[in-house]
T-cell receptor, first 115, second 112 residues
Framework: NAGVTQTPKFRVLKTGQSMTLLCAQDMNHEYMYWYRQDPGMGLRLIHYSVGEGTTAKGEVPDGYNVSRLKKQNFLLGLESAAPSQTSVYFC??????????????FGAGSRLTVL | DQQVKQNSPSLSVQEGRISILNCDYTNSMFDYFLWYKKYPAEGPTFLISISSIKDKNEDGRFTVFLNKSAKHLSLHIVPSQPGDSAVYFCAASALLPDKLIFGTGTRLQVFP
């Protein structure tokens, strides 16, 4: 049972380059999310999806695009990378626990450095 | 505007004693509150949750307390163990839209 898998785990980009982070989940979860983690900032929501074919903006969406063409995959794209996008990116999918809380299951993270 | 705040960036506790991690929030529309633990180079893992209709929830050594009037919640770990050393994130969500807002985290160190 793989859970949430993120690829790649590490990537170094030059300013202006583009790339895509891939997230795959095998738990049949409807909701998926992309967060970034920066020192002293906690986890901030970039974009999320409540189902196949739908996406929505989170707290810090600028400079990123996402797509959810298949239920199990959620892609995060950077069209023109900037040094401010150097961060650790976490993908998650969610289910509802017995109390009704929306519990997120996270991947291991993708560390991106933009030079 | 930070809706979920963890004002203590770090906490050091002796093994066997109680660890208390605190979290404050500003949005009265939050329905659910969750705690996550994160080890270095790993993704956060879910620990425990509480609904806004409750004031306490227990799971083994972990208890979460919610004080709605003060917009405050806390996580108690008793007894603390060295393996509990990690960064702990508090998170909150409102039913609509259903997205989780995280605090900045508290680094817990449990020493022998």
């Amino acid at each position: 049972n793989a859970g949430v898998t993120q690829t790649p785990k590490f990537r170094v980009l030059k300013t202006g380059q583009s790339m895509t982070l891939l997230c795959a989940q095998d738990m049949n979860h409807e909701y998926m999310y992309w967060y970034r983690q920066d020192p002293g900032m906690g986890l901030r929501l970039i974009h999320y999806s409540v189902g196949e074919g739908t996406t929505a903006k989170g707290e810090v969406p600028d400079g990123y695009n996402v797509s959810r063409l298949k239920k199990q995959n959620f892609l995060l794209g950077l069209e023109s990378a900037a040094p401010s996008q150097t961060s650790v990116y976490f993908c998650a999918s969610s289910y509802s626990d017995t109390s009704g809380a929306n519990v997120l299951t996270f991947g291991a993270g993708s560390r991106l450095t933009v030079l | 505007d930070q809706q979920v705040k963890q004002n203590s960036p770090s906490l050091s506790v002796q093994e066997g004693r109680i660890s208390i991690l605190n979290c404050d929030y500003t949005n009265s529309m939050f329905d659910y509150f969750l705690w996550y633990k994160k080890y270095p180079a790993e993704g956060p893992t879910f620990l425990i949750s509480i609904s806004s209709i409750k004031d306490k929830n227990e799971d083994g050594r972990f208890t979460v307390f919610l004080n709605k009037s003060a917009k405050h919640l806390s996580l108690h770990i008793v007894p603390s163990q060295p393996g509990d050393s990690a960064v702990y994130f508090c998170a909150a969500s409102a039913l609509l839209p259903d997205k989780l807002i995280f605090g900045t985290g508290t680094r817990l160190q449990v020493f022998p």
